[in-house]
């Protein structure tokens, strides 16, 4: 990088000035007027990379307290500033290689503890990382994957991401309550949540989870993407405890999609997708069988088949059974057609080439549609009022989707 007086060797009207006047006249301009004068000559661009580099100029225009910040009531304000402050160092930067270039911006925002995870990540409020999730997001449009790369690596050293991840990934679940969520905020806010293609969510994905061993990424995935309980921390107890709403899961569904459906990333492929499932579905304990065929339902049809084929050729006929119905009842409690987990039971049987496991694999089904609605009538009697409740709901919802299961089956043989 040149020095100012290395820069005003030129002659244009502008480097003639003295630095004063420069500077003044640069302060009455916008952050993306002066992102747009960077760009007229290599000679200006270093006029104002010198001039975004004083420390009057920081204290002014990056704002820092991101908790009662300059734009009190409009989060979209500070947005747009920081877009504008991406632009600027995008376009001011533009002639330095990437390393350059990201030690420059370093220097700008390195000391604001709201981007460095140093902040509480209790404070819901803060807007640190998805102001700089916009700012990185307008900063690198556009580069190439060995780039951004070299931008995931800087991240990662500036705040020690990847030793913070691994206190968590070897830690119990929950044990470091404040660093998951700092953790899931930093990836969703900064890396992640900006980007809306899905291959540009998917790379960022594939940053996170690579360097890990298959099992820390399912522990990794349920952190970035799993339930929150109401305070904002992470709902490890509640697929044991509790059946989940598909809001609650969807995000998880979307993000195990994502590795699974977009063909660009080999670094999955099914087996590995359906090994991730497994090691997710027992954190930190054996999951409800609902909230997995839930999961399962919001995965699609291509994942769910390929989970319930999958226990078919390793002859698992109670699991399969047990998530069939299930699944059965999530697509009656949750409004989905029932033709659909029809398609499916006729899919899975046609893994069983042998008649006979053919007729086992239909009576194990069957035995599990007692057995589950067994269970719920026995809980519901055994429950207290609010779960009573809930159980008898459920109690309803099995025997109706019994019903509506059956006559799907039904209506089918007798068209033929
Ligand atoms: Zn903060």
Known sequence: MKTRSQCRSGVSFFERLPSE???????????????????????????IVDHVSTMAWAKRMIPQNFHHSRFPDDKQSTYRHYKALGLLFKRCTLLLPTKDRLKFIHTKFSKIPCFMMQCKPTAASCLGFSSYGVFLQTLIAGWNELECHRVFIFLCDFTDLPRKMEIVVNGRPGASRYLELQIRQFCRQVLLDPWSSRKECGFWLTQILKPWPMVSQARLLFILYGPLLPD?????????????????????????????????????????????????RVLPQVWRVENVARLLVLCGTTLCYSVLANKAHNGRLFEISKLLVYLILVCEKD?????????????????????????????S????????????????????PQEDMESFQTLCSILGSSAHFHTEILHMFLKE
């Open 232 to 280: 904002g921390s992470l709902g490890w107890q509640q697929l044991t405890s509790t059946v989940l709403s598909s809001s609650a899961l969807s995000d998880l569904a979307k993000a195990v999609l994502l590795l699974h459906t977009d063909l660009e990333l080999k670094d999955w492929n099914t087996s590995t997708i359906l090994a991730i499932l497994e090691e997710i």
């Open 335 to 363: 409004g989905y057609c029932m033709s659909w987990v029809v398609t499916l039971v006729q899919q899975v049987c046609k893994v069983f080439t042998a008649a006979a496991d053919k007729w086992s694999f239909i009576q």
């Open 21 to 47: 006047v420069f500077d003044m006249i640069l302060r009455r301009l916008t952050v993306l007027e002066v992102s747009v004068f960077s760009m007229v000559s290599k000679a200006m661009s270093c006029q």
């Open 365 to 384: 089904l069957e035995n599990m549609f007692s057995e589950v609605t067994m269970e719920i009538y026995e809980a519901s009697l055994a429950g207290n």
